[in-house]
Antibody, heavy 122, light 106 residues
Framework: VQLVESGGGLVQPGGSLRLSCAASGFTFSSYDMSWVRQAPGKGLEWVSY????????YYADFVKGRFTISRDNAKNSLYLQMNSLRAEDTAVYYCVRDRTYYDSSGIRGDYWGQGTLVTVSS | DIQMTQSPSTLSASVGDSVTITCRASQSISSWLAWYQQKPGKAPKLLIYKASSLQSGVPSRFSGGGSGTEFTLTISSLQPDDFATYYCQQYNSRWTFGQGTKVEIK
């Protein structure tokens, strides 16, 4: 299993970025996926969730209306479109494998990418 | 929203010690709780899921317990590789993480 994020970088306040996560080594279309972020020196913060088929989406209140999660199962890829970025959005963003309905063990979050750093600064 | 409160924030211990970290949920989350280990510059690693199930490949010195609102992570006989930050996470409703517990060398 591999999750590889890309698309991070330096952006000015109010700007936009699109993060990507390339998945391999598992049946991507059978798994729900999530994004989690971690500000420098701080704890983990859940950002967004998308179901296996993309029909169910949730956002943390602090990104609602600014961020959009999506996926392309044909390309085994997860995305996070981030608009109206603020200094407080500065963080490492992780792509996380969530659950599959083919596994009843209750396991979620078993694989994480290495993260991509987003810096919002003028 | 469900809040998760971990204690202590920092824990000083020696190799061979047994340590316990506590996590409290603001409302019942049944057994929908996970524990992660994170080292500097690395992604979190899943240790325990569903409160007490050991993730594949994780040493048996790690154990989890509890249900409802009170949970524990115990590391019996701390090893040098265990000095890290530990997070609890509820996944009963969305995801919420505790603030983390840094386990440092005494």
């Amino acid at each position: 299993v591999q999750l590889v994020e890309s698309g991070g970088g330096l952006v000015q306040p109010g700007g936009s970025l699109r993060l990507s996560c390339a998945a391999s080594g598992f049946t991507f279309s059978s798994y729900d996926m999530s994004w989690v972020r971690q500000a420098p020196g701080k704890g983990l913060e859940w950002v967004s969730y998308i179901s296996e088929g993309g029909s169910t989406i949730y956002y943390a209140d602090f990104v609602k209306g600014r961020f959009t999660i999506s996926r392309d199962n044909a390309k085994n890829s997860l995305y996070l479109q981030m608009n109206s970025l603020r200094a407080e959005d500065t963080a490492v963003y992780y792509c996380v494998r969530d659950r599959t309905y083919y596994d009843s063990s209750g396991i979620r979050g078993d694989y994480w990418g290495q993260g991509t750093l987003v810096t919002v600064s003028s | 929203d469900i809040q998760m409160t971990q204690s202590p924030s920092t824990l000083s211990a020696s190799v061979g010690d047994s340590v316990t970290i506590t996590c409290r949920a603001s409302q019942s989350i049944s057994s929908w709780l996970a524990w992660y280990q994170q080292k500097p510059g690395k992604a979190p690693k899943l240790l325990i899921y569903k409160a007490s199930s050991l993730q594949s490949g994780v040493p048996s010195r790690f154990s989890g317990g509890g249900s409802g609102t009170e949970f524990t992570l115990t590391i019996s006989s701390l090893q040098p590789d265990d000095f890290a930050t530990y997070y609890c996470q509820q996944y009963n409703s969305r995801w919420t993480f505790g603030q983390g517990t840094k386990v440092e060398i005494k």
